[in-house]
Structures are given as structure tokens and as C-alpha cells.
């Protein structure tokens, strides 16, 4: 079993202001966490952060003792819910970057009494954030053993993520041109990844494509179409064997990224995500998530589905609009990215609450969708736009060299500056929008990390009643 912590880059900035608040000190925080459970990775996701007060406290510059009362109401629901505990700590002097023998003894005061209130063997954890920002962190279970954690993943507008056990990779001539670019650290990162990525047509193909030629670890695909003729323009590797014998798109690519011979390994699914729960929690494993669709329901459960398990999204979407004489008259897309407890696809305006509805009845039944329309009981939906490669491969390279700035700041400024990229071909102009331009999604915030503890998954009804 694997073990992993995530945190949003809003809790994680919360912490770290908390942790280190520039007196040499340590301090403590605990957090209330929502679980991920897939039979191989465990993950606890930073829901709800409880910051002790440091004048509650008795603190020096490598011990701190804290009463535990303020956390009592963080155990209630961890166990009511089936939630986990965190306990950070600070190492505010760097003199350790492991746990210490002082941290052996109040772990083991304190994790008995969590299990005791919580009265189930899922682990908890317990973590050290070092003054570089960087978490080290270890599991606790039922039997007083424990273990270390594999992974710690930040999603903010830099995405950290820290494997301690993980060696350097040999690089080979595969991947000497990637970590010129962006550095042995990074190509390190790159190929212990695993993404997902919804939607492997036009931009999906070509996303696709790409991250396998970086040398990504893992791709989940994820889509239900078939290949047909009038798409062969725009999809990579699709030929038309695969339209005349309607083969999936995602196990046309799985063939062709195999057939690389690179070393990414590739899972397909070929469902709709309102139809596969299973789907859904497949993706929630997953490191970061592209989507690549043109529906509105998918975009949305795709951005619920990032906020519960913490998941950094990117969100490619391309529009071509036909002037009704068989040609086109504006391109216009952009590519947004997405990070728990921030602005949402929703908040940012990209869709509204009636294009969610539209899109739903269109996709619960597409033939009387059209005749609700004429009725004006529905907006209507865009539905086999016009793509072509040329543009689809623009705003993908734009997705995927959006994830290394992530990963590895390129720009001259913050990545927190590039929160949507629009370009507008018929213009031709490129634009980028701060996060700062965008409204909170507060309602949508208030899920962040919850991970499975809802009673109905995703906060969507529908998803319960179609997987039942």
C-alpha cells in the first residue's frame, strides 16, 4: 500500500504562515482529512485546518507542548464521517529533516487517543514542514506502528510534490532534452506522474501525445466515443481502420503509446463519466487531471471531482463558430487552471447553472432535448462543432506547457498570473488572467478534500442514482 498526503495551496499557505511565524519557534496545527482508498494508494486530503494558538502553547525551538481540547471537535467528525487526523508541526531551525526522538514520544501520545475517538483502523498522520516549505510525513495505524508516506503533494499555483523514497531516474537519451529544459528535478517529477486525462479527441489526442513524449509515468484515459471517419482530421493516431471497425478512441491511443515504446504505461476507460463511479474514483488517484471535452456536465463534475480529492485541473476548451455558409468566422479558446478552494469553471463564468441543465437533459436524452428547445424549455447546447487539427494542436501545447509552468515555473512571473490563457486565433492575440480576476467559488469551497466522506458522492445526486 502507497500512502499520500495532499493539502490545497490555500491550507498549505495558511500553514505555513502558521508554522513559522518568525521566532524561531515550532508550532502545531492539526487538520481534519478527507480519505481516498483505491486497494493500492491510500491518500488523506486536507479538509478542515485547526491552527493552535502559539500563546495556548509551550514552545521552543526544537520541542512544543499543546493541549489537545481545541481539537475535540476535528475527532467528532473524523469519526462520525470516517475521516482522518493530521498533525503538522514545524522544524523552524532545519536542524531536523526527519522525524525526531521528541516527536517519537508526543506521536505516540496522542495517535492511541485518536484512534480511540475515531474507533477504526484507517491510519492517520502525523507531518514535519520544514522552513523551505517542504513536508515530510508518516502514517500511523491501530497497532502503533507506522510508516512513512510516500508522497506529499501541494495543489496551489505551484504544484510540490515530494517523494521521499524515490530515487533519481538514470536519464537516458529519452529524456536529456526534457531536463535541459526544465531540469533533472522536474524530469524526475515528470516521469513518476500519473495523469488523467478526460476526453481523447481533437485536444485530447494531441495532450495525450504530448505528455507521453515528456515521459509521464502513467495516463488514465477516459472516453466513450468510438472513431468515426469525420473526426480522423483531428485525432492523433487514428487511422481509418480504426473509423470503419469503430474502435474506442482510448484504446487507439492506449495502441499507439505502447507502440512508443517509451515507458508510460496506459489504463482506458471507456465510459462516460456520469455512468462510471468507478471511472471517477480511478481519476481521483491521479496526480493532475486534464479535461479535454466540450460538454458542460462533464467539465463540472470534472471540477467537482478535483476540488473533493485535491486534484490540480486543467481545462482545454477550443471554440470555432460557423458563419452558416460552410466556413468559420471566429476561433476563440483558453485553458484554465483550476486549484481546490479558488475559482471554479462555474464561478469564472465559463458555463451557468442553465447550460449545466441543458447539458444534462441533452445528455439524459439527446432527441427530445431538441424538441424542449424549440419549446424554449432549455437553452440550446453546442453540439459536433467544427474542429480542425492545426487549431486543437495550439490550446493543447498550451494545456500541457501550462503543467510544467506548474511544475517548474518558467515565466518570468508567478504562475499564479496565468490562471486562464485565452487566445483568440481569428484576432490573433494571447491573453492571460491572474487568479486575482476571478470570484472564490465559496460553495464549492466548502468541499475541498472531503474526499468519499459524503453521503452522496461528489454532492451530485445523479451520480448515485445512475451507478446504483
Known sequence: ????????????????????PGDGKEAVAVALCGRYNSGELTKLMVHQLELIPHNECERGGDFIHWKTQRIIPLLEKAGKYGMGILKIHS?????????????DESDALLFPSVFGWTEDNEPHLSAIMLPDGKIISRAFFADHSFQMVDKVVIAGDVISIWEPSIDPILIDDFGKRTAQAFGEGTYNILRNLT?????????GSIVVEQLARYGIKKLIL???DTVEFKNLNRIINATSSDAQNNRLKVDVLAQAIDEMGLGTSIEPYPYNLYD???????????????GCMDSVDGRHVLNQLATFFLLPYIDVGVRLVSDGKGNISSIIGSVNYLQPGKSSLLSRGLYDLEDLKSAGAYRKNPLEFSELVKHAYFKDVAVNRP????????YASLAVNELLNRLHPYRGDTPKHYAQVMMNLSEMYLQNFPETDFKVDHFL???????????????LPELSATNQ
Do not use: W
Not at 495523469?195 to 485536444?203: H, L, N, Y
Not at 474542429?387 to 495550439?394: H, L, R, T, W
Not at 469551497?445 to 454532492?459: E, Q, R
Open 1 to 20: 500500500m502507497r500512502y499520500q498526503l495532499s493539502i490545497s495551496g490555500v491550507h498549505f499557505e495558511q500553514l505555513q504562515q502558521h508554522l513559522f
Open 91 to 103: 522544524h523552524p531551525n532545519g536542524y531536523y529533516d526527519r522525524f525526531s526522538e521528541v516527536d
Open 195 to 203: 495523469i488523467g486525462v478526460v476526453g481523447c479527441s481533437g485536444t
Open 222 to 224: 477516459v472516453d466513450n
Open 276 to 290: 462510471s463511479n468507478e471511472t471517477l474514483l480511478k481519476l481521483a488517484g491521479c496526480d493532475v487531471v486534464f
Open 387 to 394: 474542429a480542425v487539427i492545426s487549431v486543437n494542436m495550439g
Open 445 to 459: 469551497g466548502k468541499d475541498v478534500g472531503k474526499g468519499s466522506s459524503t453521503s452522496v458522492f461528489l454532492n
